[in-house]
């Protein structure tokens, strides 16, 4: 398995799909600078490789908030799965369980979150909005708890979702069975406040953080964090863990690319809790620099959207594997036989970005 | 209302209207580098957002030198509105009134100041340059301060014409009667340098401040600032604020870019008095960006221009209100809820500009 | 008269001059990257302007060595002026007296230095090489001396002609007559080593400075000093100034370019001599930079090639007046009434260059 | 011989090649990023020539390790030239021979070692690996001492081979008859390992430099470093000089390049022992810049394989002239007579590189 398998399969997806669908899953807000840098950014740094280490065997195995994985590649939640393929999170949770991977599953998901954790056996976290309906919030965690949840991923960077020019419309474009599909029992058959009822609430603040990790027992990690200050606030504010993201260029544009904003980010957590980091990932060595820049972990949205597509829990197994033997494979170039040998010395930046 | 609506409107204006017209309107001076960095330098910056904070509503409102706007988005002072649509200043100033803005009218507007100020009831300010003959210069002030204009806006980076490539003959190509619209009833009929009378005096100083200002009464911004050093001269020759801009790339060409010189100026004014700025301009990031590195307000100069162009009072609502929005929009993403929660953590800079 | 002619005047003389000669004036060495560079590298630079200053009248004369000009622009010695235009070097003279500009010959003119100084009153420089044969050298330079030569320019940085891809065989593509042109009459009819006798010598040191000096007793300048360390060896030798160049791209590829390079000459000089600069300076900014960056004066040269093919004397005279009169008006837009007001603080750098 | 030999020689190869050959010569790892960079990261540099210096003769002869060579650029080791040129490794090794310089040979030639030695009598190295069968390694420096290797180059930036998307299956594509012909004679017929057992093993370490400097008596030079740290290790470890290399792009993409890696080394290393830097190399600029930043010499691969495949040993020969010939040239033009005269201050860099 090598790592054309992520570009061909998003050449299939493209055939595959709908073009609204496909520009759906693709595309970035505004003049999607951000969606485009979330990528390059990544190429920005250069590796400084040891010479003559043992390599014999590179080991990926780590632990995240105490669940167990065979690699720090995690499973970014994205909503809407059903779009992509007809057996949606099912299989992408079937192919998470394949290989050991920790998923994170979006509060939007196309099938009910029971049914996901049913299919799959790995660990798994679940991404949550507080929505307008506090009530509603409340009840979709206790299930995500009873489901076996290891942990609540609060997206923090989403009060409004971002606005994207490919796709004029969106809120009309996602059919309410796909937006409501984990609320539906909850709803009073024909509320007619129910889509406004389940949208993000923009008046949350950092007390959402306890508000969950209270409800519901589980570690809260913040998803969306871009500074160093935020990330201190939130683990203040009772956060387990951080993930440094801009939702893959989808909310705000122009913000600063999370492979710019991550060392920031480590250096203020110093430790205290995982940092996990996510845009743009799409080889081993932009895993291998988000490493050894600190991160925990590095979580994949689009990847595993464009294997499912292609190839439904098939593609999404093999889009993991190419990026776990692709990891192992320049890894061991690099000098390094573990994790732990990723250090900070092993990456230099070319110069684009600075400090105002 | 979205801010696609600013490129549709410049490209129905350059349809509607005549090559010299549109190009008169879009050039730059010289090599147009400065015109074309004056967008690209914007784009330079990058957001660092905040997460989690309470951005159920977003507060535009604000107030420049007592006079109290709906939003922080100024219409910049363009000379010949009626070279764009036959309402010229008139619709301008109806589409201000409409939308709360404030208003810079220019000295060379193609209706007399009067007309314009009678059309629309929002605070406005008139922009000056000391004429050649100082006395015409006067007597235009005279005028403006009995209209109500509530500050005057001394140009300074015009003391020449910039020389347009694009536009060979520039002042052949303006006619008197639009040249002269707001001198006509001080000049003798058939004054044989009516024209050249009217003209900057390129030899005024920092002294032409202080004039200006026990003449009308009125407090005076200078506009066309570009350094520190410089901005502190002028308030230290009594003006009340500056504008940071190069005249939208029209006068020096390769003058440093607005987005450059603000914080430089920002921090040398040191909050005795507002810092404006313009020059590329074009969205809520832009804008964003610009309040963020301690501009009280922005000011826009063409967009203006092609929304009158494209659809009179209509069209300059537009394009107002689809800013508006857009900086509501990516303040909420950015977790801020007022002007006063802009503040210059929120950006960063690509590393292209360096002290020499 | 405006800056576009320059750029008509070489359009004109690439339809005009066979292919080979036009490739022979335009050339660069090698990859033709310091070539490209001597013009871009002024366009690092942006200007900071002054506001409000008197700019009601712009001086532009100066003295260099004790000779009066009319502007700071210098006409660079380039050699076989004859391959551009019949007239040669006295159309060229003409035009700089004309103008009032300083000339420097080269040594490689196609028409001898006597007529040259015959044709034109303006004070005028000669540009010498110690060549082979020393003695052809010091009576070549004891006639620039009785012709009337107010200094000498001693190239430094063409020990070997610089090898042009664009150029194969440079050296046959120039005629003998053209060639030996001023050492005719010094060469034994016949004599089989001329042409070698009057190469370049690659074996003089910074002691040929001082010998030239008291041949000629007039002020010696080097020419082709990229480097403040060398400037200082250059005064320490004897030199009455430095060039700042690289020969226009023409010798050592990947060359620091003239732009770079100045600031730190001119702080190395600090003011003990006057620093010149050419290269790639085709506007009236690229001169307002180099004036800025703290330049005594700058030199042209492909520009008044051009001049010259395009329209004789009357070609040179558009550039030089096209370069003065864009000066003017820059320095006037800069707030900056005379070069004294033309100070560093006038300028910024993008951060492309930066010390090892 | 003039520079341009290089690409002629690219284009011959690329039309005489079959396509699958010249790939596998030209290609590179990954994206190929670190291939791109590993030239055009040497013009990052530009030069501070020095002016009027005696350079009527300039020098290049130098010693390495004890072998005088005629000058400082060395035949990088590469395999299986026998797929370039019929004569393989034998033309090369006479071509070193004739101009003089050192030759290091791949341990996979597609020629016996003692065959190549013979045809040369330049001093020579050889590169070797540590194979997963450690006895038919130190068979093989066995025979490289006897044959009269004066130092073995053990290259460890390769544990496994890069995986090169220009060339699928690269292990099959090199047929057994070439990958093993140094070590046929070794091998029982029929071995079922035997490629396995020769193939690098990716458990040595640093020690494996002791270990082969003892085995052999000869000085161990460790090619693959790229960090001053490494370097430093390699040197504690018993290693008597380093080669900055990233394998000219064919092992870790994103690698930093060695243009940008080598002053790091040269100032860990202090002086302690020669480094030596290839990737790229493809002008006398480059070397001059390599040699100016601290290179003891350069290596070249790529250009020398195009010679051969251009024109056998005289191509090779030519190659290796024609970089003579332009380090000649531009050393006199940057004032320097010998690679004494080439330090530091000759070279400054564009600022795209910086520490994070
Ligand atoms: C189609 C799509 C839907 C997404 N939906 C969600 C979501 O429901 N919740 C969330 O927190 N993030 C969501 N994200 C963001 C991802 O979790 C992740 O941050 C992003 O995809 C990472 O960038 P990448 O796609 O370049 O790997 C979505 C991303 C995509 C592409
Ligand atoms: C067509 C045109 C006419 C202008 N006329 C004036 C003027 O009369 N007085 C003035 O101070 N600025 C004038 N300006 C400059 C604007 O006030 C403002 O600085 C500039 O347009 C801002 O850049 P923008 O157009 O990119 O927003 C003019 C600009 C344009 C485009
Ligand atoms: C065709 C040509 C011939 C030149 N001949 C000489 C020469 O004989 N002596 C000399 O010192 N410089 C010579 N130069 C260099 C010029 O003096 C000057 O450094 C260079 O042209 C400046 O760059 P520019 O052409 O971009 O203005 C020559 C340049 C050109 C283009
Ligand atoms: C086709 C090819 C084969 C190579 N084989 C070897 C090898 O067997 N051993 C080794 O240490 N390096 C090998 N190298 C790397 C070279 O020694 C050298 O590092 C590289 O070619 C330098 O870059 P350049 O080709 O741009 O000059 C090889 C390079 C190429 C292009």
Redesign the interface.
Known sequence: M???ALAEHEDKAAALLPAEVYDYFAAGA?AE?TLHESRTAW?H????????????RVDLPTSLLGAEVSSPVVLAPTAFQGLAHAEGERATARAAAATGSLLALSTRSSTPLEEVAAAGSAPWWFQVYAMRDRDLTLRLVERAVSAGARALV?T??T??V??K?RVTGTRIAIPDDHFLVNLQQHLDPGRADARRAAEQ??????E??SWLAEASGLPVL?K????G??AVA?LD?GAAGVVVSNHGGR???????SA??L?EVVDAVAGRAPVLVDGGIR?G?DCL?ALALGASAVMVGRPVVWGLAAGGEAGVVEALEALRADLT??M????AASLADLD??L??????????
Chains 1, 2, 3, 4 share one sequence.
């Open positions: 090598t790592l054309t505004g600078t190429e740094y250069r590796v400084r490789p040891r010479v003559l280490r043992d390599v014999g609060l923090g960077d009060p409004y971002g606005i020019r609430d923009p008046t949350i603040t950092l959402a953080i913040v969306g964090v871009l500074r200050d935020e939130c504010a909310q705000l544009d122009r913000a600063v690319p710019i904003a060392p080889s060595l620099v494979h320049v061991a170039l690099t000098g900070r010395s990456v230099t930046a070319t110069s684009i970005w600075s400090p105002l």
